[in-house]
């Protein structure tokens, strides 16, 4: 286990609606990412929060937004939902922004969007 | 064009085999190289981390080509248990360490 933790795990959200995702960093983490992984796809960067402040996005819509809270956990945030917005939402820990064997995966949370 | 790209197979195989992925990338400013792993509706794992000297983790081996901008990863003997999809992945650090990840090869390994 990587110590990451994601909510929900699944969820069904209509178009136009907003959906809010949950994680809760690797204990002594301080940096989370976002990405998004649709289908038949590699994960695609979001976005990142160091120490709270976004620290790098992706090319994603101001729609995605985040944040990330004192004890390091983080939200992302979709408004205005698209159906192509259904995808893996995958949220990573690390710590100063690690390097690619030291960050580590949630399980993540599947978003439908009908 | 893609910053990583990878032919996403699917590459069935029979159990025993040896299997060869490539994959390329663009960004000449990527710094950190890597093979994971992802199971079917699960997290991507790391497998192994990629260095110009080649790497080897038993049955696995991984090389990095930095001039001609490629990756490789070959898998010898295969399990059932490989199967799954290989993710080949640089990070880019400088506004955020950020993973860039091709869209994987799926191996399926049959008996």
């Known amino acids: 286990e990587t110590g990451v933790t994601q909510s929900p795990t699944h969820l069904i959200k209509t178009r136009g609606q907003q959906v809010t995702l949950r994680c809760s960093s690797q204990?002594?983490?301080?940096?989370v990412s976002w990405y998004q992984q649709a289908l038949g796809q590699g994960p695609q960067f979001i976005f990142q929060y160091y120490r709270e402040e976004e620290n790098g996005r992706g090319n994603f819509p101001p729609r995605f937004s985040g944040l990330q809270f004192p004890n390091y956990s983080s939200e992302l945030n979709v408004n205005a939902l698209e159906l192509d917005d259904s995808a893996l939402y995958l949220c990573?820990?690390?710590?100063?922004?690690?390097?690619?064997?030291?960050?580590?995966f949630g399980e993540g949370s599947w978003l439908t969007v009908v | 064009r893609k910053e990583v790209e990878q032919d996403p197979g699917p590459f069935n195989v029979p159990e025993g085999a040896t299997v060869a992925f490539n994959c390329t990338y663009s960004n000449s400013a990527s710094q950190s190289f890597f093979w994971y792993r992802q199971d079917c509706r699960k997290e991507p794992k790391l497998l192994m981390s990629v260095y110009s000297s080649g790497n080897e983790d038993g049955r696995f081996t991984a090389q990095l080509n930095r001039a001609s901008q490629y990756i490789s990863l070959l898998i010898r003997d295969s399990k059932l248990s490989d199967s799954a999809t290989y993710l080949c992945v640089v990070l880019i650090t400088g506004g955020g360490n950020k993973l860039t990840f091709g869209t994987g090869t799926q191996l399926k390994v049959e008996l």
């Open positions: 990573a820990s690390s710590y100063g922004g690690g390097t690619g064997n030291t960050i580590y």
């Open positions: 204990s002594g983490h301080n940096t």
